[in-house]
């Protein structure tokens, strides 16, 4: 049973920062994309950033600048090291693969709180 697990996340004064991590478990034949989306309240989720298995990045306009996304192919984890953090950035953060099992599909993290206070 393929899981995602996620870490970090927590309260901080605006323009601080954080660090969230996400570990994918299980057994599995190969992680393609992993990222980070997130969701406030009464909004839509929405992509925060994305990196490939070869490395390649892609993030929203709004964290762009400020939020760094790594991934360790060895150890299938991604991380999300989030500076500058503003009070719009307070949501639901979510760790999302596209792993192969038997079959191709998307997994989801449990999602970690991130609070920006001003």
């Known amino acids: 049973q393929v899981q995602l697990v996620e870490s970090g996340g927590g309260l901080v004064q605006a323009g601080g920062s954080l660090r969230l991590s996400c570990a994918a478990s299980?057994?599995?034949?190969?992680?393609?994309?992993m990222g980070w989306y997130r969701q406030a309240p009464g909004k839509q989720r929405e992509l925060v950033a994305t990196?490939?298995?070869?490395?390649?990045?892609n993030y929203a306009d709004s964290v762009k600048g400020r939020f760094t996304i790594s991934r360790d192919n060895a150890k299938n984890t991604v991380n999300l090291q989030m500076n500058s953090l503003k009070v719009e950035d307070t949501a639901v953060y979510y760790c999302?693969?596209?792993?192969?099992?038997?079959?191709?599909?998307?997994?989801w993290g449990q999602g970690t709180q991130v609070t920006v206070s001003s």
């Open positions: 999302n693969a596209r792993i192969t099992t038997r079959y191709e599909r998307d997994y």
């Open positions: 299980g057994r599995f034949f190969s992680i393609n994309f």
């Open positions: 990196v490939t298995n070869s490395g390649t990045t």
